[in-house]
């Protein structure tokens, strides 16, 4: 499934199944004996266009996991299984989103959207229309010329997402990408998050430490230990979407998580 | 008691209206510019005043008679520098001067810029050569004219190598310290959009280094300029050039006009830092270096 806007091709585009597979992934950093171990015995299934939300406190290895499956780093021991381009597909497949939007500040927000594209040599017209056409669709559509510094957190966050769209990625991985915002702005992130995924269906994981997101925007959602980062629990959210931060269905699943997050926190302690 | 919720409150606004409005509450809008002419005078009046001291003392000095066969006085200088001024046979040195110096520096950059990079970008060279880069910066450039001289006669071809071994140094320093800033954030960005090597250097590496790559031209332009006055002076290429003219001057016993030459040599150099400062500040604008309510 293509997520491109402009030009959307005639007929639909066949790609590998995007699903990520961790088999017992474990990822140690430094040497064998004073190394520390970020992931120990990791397997997850995310399936086609799921969306994942994975959840856990200061050092259970989320960035480490996004890493790997970002094929930024490799695992230590275990495999890690991403959608590979099929021939056809142009660019890559994985796109991702960091907490600070990591706009380049020497390009205006519109060049910052078109430069995947350019990268992979797409003509000039053509990324320059699908740059507005995405920059329209997370509503910073008179925005383009402007430089990143001037704008505010939520609008460099929502033209980080134009560029992540702008790589055609059948996956988007999400590294506490709303962290840093207000929490008016955060949520109406989330809608305008869940409006775009709904719509084009690309496969997401996503890392938080806020509970209450997972349950708002998840299909599912993983609870990781700490030192070393583990699959502690899985939590399936059987919510109709669009959802609410504020239904009682999220606050009573993201209290059952939260309870279960603590006392996996609280073994620390002892 | 139970509260029916959908009645009492009012409509939502669609994600598009709220989105809008929050943006319009974000965007605060730039602060707006003093007028050109109040920037201008509140930057020229300091100068204007130490320039003002400056010819002061040297009028002083003239009335107290010292050194009166070669000291001239302000106003005798300032009628030479008029004439020069009005003369061909300036602007002709100027042009000589200036191509030499924009050739020299074009290739300083080039030199700087690709040795720079690769220093700072592969670990064996930053080995071998990252010492004998800042080694050849601490060396006056005048040292090297001797084996320019020898190699290349009294030549430009012998400046140009002075230039480029007096100035790339610093060039290539502004590079290296410029890529070594860079945040390693951005490097990851890039190869998740897609860059690898060369592209990865040319959209990610380069720009965002740039704003210290700068620094480096800057200093580089220092160099190159020093480079070139000492070796007009010294190798004597060509008696129409700037340097050349003033040394001239000094044979003839001219002292009004070698004061004059001197006057404008430091004229172009402020010119020249001016001309760089405007641009740093420019790049720095756009980076969102500046804090915009401070500029």
Known sequence: MSILTANPPPTAVVRSAPSVTLAGVSKRHGDAESGVVALQDVSLDVGPGEFVCLVGASGCGKTTLLNLIAGLDRPSVGTVTVPVPDGTARGTTTAMLFQDSALFPWLTVAANVELPLRLRGVPKAERRAVATDLLERVHLGGFGAKRPHELSGGMRQRAALARALAQDADLLLMDEPFGALDAITRDLLHDELEALWMERRFTVLFVTHNVREAARLGDRIVLLTSRPGRVAATFPVDLTRPRRIDSPEIAHLAATVTDQLRSEVGRHGR | MAVDHTSTLPVAPTLDEALAGLDALDDVGRPAHDRLSRRLWRSAWPKLVALGVILLVWQVAVWAHWKPYILQSPTTVARQLWELVGSSLFWQACWVTAQQAIIGYLLVLLVGGVVGTAVARVPVLRAGVGALITGMQTMPSV??????????????????????????????????????????????????????????????????????????????????????????????????????????????????????????????????DVAFSQVDRGVRRRYGLIDQSAS
Not at chain 2, 144 to 158: H, N
Not at chain 2, 163 to 173: D, S
Not at chain 2, 233 to 241: A, E, G, I, Q, Y
């Open chain 2, 143 to 272: 040292l090297w004219y001797p084996l320019a001289i020898m190699l290349f006669g009294l030549s430009s071809t012998a400046i140009i190598m002075m230039m480029i071994l007096g100035a790339a140094p610093a060039v290539a320093n502004g590079f290296i310290g410029g890529i070594d800033q860079v945040p390693p954030g951005f490097l990851r960005v890039g190869r998740m959009l897609g860059a690898r090597g060369l592209s990865l250097e040319r959209h990610v590496v380069l720009p965002a280094a740039f704003p210290t790559v700068l620094g480096g031209m800057k200093q580089g332009w220092a160099f190159a300029w020093h480079a070139l006055m000492a070796g007009e002076f010294l190798v004597l290429v060509n008696p129409l050039s700037l340097g050349g003219r003033t040394v001239n001057a000094v044979t003839q016993g001219e002292w009004a006009v070698v004061v004059a030459m001197m006057i404008i040599i430091v004229f172009i150099g402020i010119v020249v």
